[in-house]
């Protein structure tokens, strides 16, 4: 009797070894796929790589066979039987992830990426910062001043800038165009400015429509990877000698390698009437597109915002860093320099440097 138990110890030891054995082996050889898949330099040759590995490894389950186990003194073999073992391996995704903040993410580029539509995501950068210019514009509030004759503009403001895009359509008709809606809205507000009754000096509201088209070539190092096409209203919503307002249709090209982004955008404005323009001379000043670039580093995001018109020779800049306070939360540090910083002060020269928080969501 304690031969024959010595003997099921020994064997249910022997069975185990024979699975953690082939467990390990199964781990080595996905490990090795892996690692051979992540080497292909190709995106299209990597996802492929991936694809045969995924589908060797769910087809290929480890069927592992009972160990031989003497029977107990006056019981049947049949009741000490054990049945086959099958382990199957873990199931790899069939795409790599997209990592945050990259387009792919930001603009649902690929099937993995897709989250349907008519939900809201981020669009353009939400802040909200206190800002101090070297020379706050005051030659459009002019005409008003009789009316509040001890105010003027306060150098210290806080300005804000919120907004969300949204997918209207998915892919219509079979197309790998994805079309969105976005709107972001910019503020400065004179907070502090007691004696003008503490006014919103400027507002700026900018709806737009995307069509956002994928793509993959390289580009000077890069990696090209959509390419949008849009049409962009911006106005102030005021009324007489401060309205300000514009059309423009554009195409931009998204280009990324690693944390690095890239975007180049042109713009085409819509003519108007001559009644009608608020800012005839507007292009001078903001150009005929931008440029802007984000890098990721460790939490932090370096970004920069350029444009400029070569004939004549006016152009604006922003830059940004944001650092890490929290999962949602970054503090936010921006410096602006040149013309156009909002729509009242397209053809006015301003250096305006802020400090406060940006929001992820």
């Known amino acids: 009797m ?10 249910r030891i022997s069975g185990t070894a024979v699975l953690a054995g082939l467990l390990l082996l199964s781990a080595q050889a996905a490990a090795q796929g892996l690692a051979e898949c992540a080497g292909i330099g190709t995106d299209a040759e990597r996802l492929a790589c991936y694809d045969r590995l995924a589908a060797r490894q769910a087809a290929a389950p480890l069927t592992i066979p009972a160990p031989t186990m ?31 903040g990259s387009l792919a993410e930001h603009w649902e580029l690929g099937a993995e990426n897709k989250r349907g539509t008519f939900h809201f995501s981020p669009h353009l950068p939400n802040y909200l910062i206190a800002a101090y210019s070297t020379a706050p514009n005051s030659a459009p509030y002019r005409p008003y001043q009789p009316l509040l004759p001890d105010a003027k503009l306060s ?12 997918k209207l359509l998915e892919n219509p008709y079979g197309s790998p165009l994805d079309l969105w809606f976005g709107y972001t809205q910019q503020s400065f507000w004179q907070a502090g400015n007691h004696a ?13 429509l995307m069509a956002v088209l994928p793509v993959d070539f390289p580009v000077l190092g890069l990696r090209a990877r959509f390419v949008n096409f849009g049409f962009v209203h911006q106005s102030n919503g005021q009324a007489s000698t401060l309205s300000r307002s514009w ?13 690095f982004t890239l975007l180049a ?10 009644d009608d323009d608020d800012n005839p001379r507007i292009v001078d000043y903001m150009g005929h597109g931008d440029v802007s670039a984000t890098w990721r580093w460790h939490g ?17 800049v922003q830059l940004g ?19 156009g910083q909002s729509l009242i002060d397209y053809d006015y020269a301003q250096h305006t440097l802020g400090v406060g928080v940006l929001i992820n969501y």
């Open 321 to 339: 860093w944001a650092f890490p306070l929290g999962e949602r939360l970054k503090g936010y540090i921006q410096y602006f320099g040149g013309y």
């Open 2 to 11: 304690a031969h024959g138990a010595h003997t099921l110890t020994a064997s």
């Open 247 to 259: 059309n423009r249709v554009y195409a931009q090209l998204g280009l990324e390698r690693g944390d």
């Open 70 to 100: 003497p029977a107990a003194v006056g019981a049947s073999e049949e009741s000490h039987a054990v049945p086959p073992l099958a382990v199957a391996a873990p199931a790899l995704p069939l795409r790599p992830v997209a990592p945050p």
């Open 265 to 274: 955008r042109i713009w085409h404005r819509l003519p108007e009437a001559a």
């Open 300 to 316: 932090h995001e370096f970004s920069t915002l350029g444009r400029y018109n070569f004939a004549s020779h006016k152009g604006g």
């Open 196 to 208: 003008a009754s503490s006014p919103f000096r400027e507002t700026n509201y900018q709806p737009e």
């Open 155 to 166: 150098n210290a403001e806080l300005q804000f800038q919120i907004g969300f895009k949204m």
